[in-house]
């Protein structure tokens, strides 16, 4: 038997404020699950690439060290951050008559890698304001439908004169479903936006490690494990 308080009810008995609330809802949802999707599966594959680090520093060359971490395709933060910074010491070096000629090699080196970190950073970040805006507005818009619904439903029941249960448990249930659908849209997109900035975080964080670790190679021939200078994300702009 059909249920006369559902969906499909709300549907049928809904104007078109009500059925554009309910299709805006569901393609925010569409978008959410989609970008949790895609990013979810490229932060895994970004964990894969951070564990293969380790043979980067075991190579006997920079070359032999760029085809150990060779994996990942243009997604890899590692290997750009790595070729940006040969590509930042070619530069100065060939490049002397030039303004930033007259910066000092480790100047220019800090500023090229923390760039190739920002540059990193917006790819790994990018479509993460889909769920953070859906996460925000997507009880409202559900809460919008609930108030239109209720509104048209109290003109229903002020029309025809009658106010008893039957006449007020459909329209005012099938209004509240709006609200029980906004929040179905939000609450997966603000944890999966949690998720995703912890997790895109964390790779960060190795991919700062990293960059310190290039520039003590390129300025010394050696890699450190010690923070000497903090190539934070924006810094210093």
Same mark, same amino acid.
């Given at each position: 038997m059909n249920n006369p308080y559902g969906l499909a009810a709300l549907w049928a008995q809904g104007d078109a404020v009500i059925k554009s609330v309910a299709i805006l809802l569901l393609a925010m949802s569409i978008a959410c699950w989609y970008v949790i999707a895609t990013r979810a599966w490229r932060l895994f594959r970004l964990r894969g690439v951070a564990r293969v680090l380790d043979g980067f520093w075991h190579a006997r060359s920079f070359a032999e060290g760029m085809a150990a971490i060779d994996v990942g395709g243009s997604l890899n933060p590692f290997r750009h951050v790595a070729v940006e910074g040969q590509a930042a010491v070619n530069h100065h070096a060939g490049n002397q008559d030039d303004l930033h000629g007259q910066l000092t090699l480790a100047d220019w080196l800090t500023e090229s890698l923390r760039g190739a /970190?920002?540059?990193? $950073?917006?790819r790994m970040n990018a479509g993460l304001s889909i769920l953070a805006?859906?996460?925000?507005? @997507?009880?409202?818009v559900g809460l919008f439908g609930t108030v239109w619904g209720i509104y048209h439903a109290l003109v229903g029941i002020g029309v025809s004169g009658? *106010?008893?249960i039957d006449k007020v448990a459909g329209p005012v249930g099938e209004a509240l479903i709006m609200? $029980?659908?906004?929040? @179905?849209? $939000? /609450?997966? @997109?603000?944890?999966a936006y949690n998720a995703l900035?912890? +997790?895109?975080?964390?790779? /960060? +964080?190795?991919?700062?490690?990293? @960059?310190?670790?290039?520039? *003590?190679?390129?300025?010394?021939g050696s890699p450190v494990s010690r923070p000497e200078l903090k190539l934070a994300v924006g810094a210093g702009r």
């Open positions: /970190i920002d540059e990193s $950073a917006e805006s859906v996460g925000s507005t @997507a009880p409202f009658q *106010a008893s609200t $029980a659908l906004g929040l @179905a849209v $939000a /609450i997966p @997109a603000v944890l900035m912890r +997790g895109n975080k964390q790779l /960060i +964080g190795k991919l700062h490690r990293f @960059a310190r670790q290039l520039r *003590a190679y390129f300025l010394t």
